[in-house]
């Protein structure tokens, strides 16, 4: 992962359920996580996603700690937000489920690898329509997507996507410090 300069956030210590733990019960997590992402990784996170939901204490912990350039925990808009957190801007590179590949586990959700691509293409063709810049947070995993149906879909996307003009593709800490940079608070 770091030889190939793969865009790690940091992902929670185990699979915990954030939004149960205590304050200090998270804290102790958070750390943990660190340390282990700094020991396997090289280095510590700059960008954090809960497993699932955040808990009200979550982006404040991040904040406390340091080091961290943004959230992506964050689901309230399409476009990187600063969020007021202990007094002072915090950016939010928002994640959204729409384009997630955990939909083929909910309901309602991805009946088959067609409809996640046809949901994948047309937000990409209507978002390229719109004036100015837009993004769009695509995920997917081994464990749903790896499969072969599943990847030939994502194969498809991500050919109609190079052959769009203007689509670039970028990791989440670029696109943060970018925002940063030429949107400040």
């Known amino acids: 992962m770091r030889e190939h ?3 790690l956030m940091g992902h929670g210590w185990r699979w915990t ?15 943990r996580a660190i340390e282990t992402f700094e ?4 280095s510590r996170p700059v960008g954090w996603n809960c497993r699932s ?7 404040e912990l991040l904040v406390e700690e340091g080091g961290f350039v943004y959230d992506s925990d964050g689901s309230a808009d399409d476009v990187p937000y600063y969020a007021q957190c202990l007094g002072r801007p915090f950016l939010v590179v928002p994640y959204s489920k729409t384009y997630n590949d955990s939909r083929y586990l909910m309901n ?14 047309w ?3 209507e978002l390229a329509r719109g004036p100015g810049s837009s993004f769009m947070t695509v995920a997917v ?20 996507a ?7 593709f970028m990791r989440r800490v670029d696109l943060a410090r970018w925002w940063l940079d030429n949107c400040p608070p």
């Open 108 to 121: 309602p959700g991805f009946g088959s690898p067609r409809d996640f691509l046809d949901t994948l293409t």
């Open 141 to 160: 995993h081994a464990r749903w997507s790896g499969q072969a149906a599943r990847a030939a879909a994502i194969r498809a996307f991500l050919e109609h």
């Open 162 to 168: 190079l052959a769009r003009p203007g689509v670039r």
């Open 39 to 42: 020991r396997v990784l090289g």
């Open 53 to 59: 939901w955040p808990s009200e204490n979550t982006r």
């Open 5 to 7: 300069e793969h865009d």
């Open 17 to 31: 359920e954030t939004w149960r733990l205590t304050r200090d019960e998270e804290r102790e997590q958070l750390l």
């Open 123 to 125: 937000g990409l063709d």
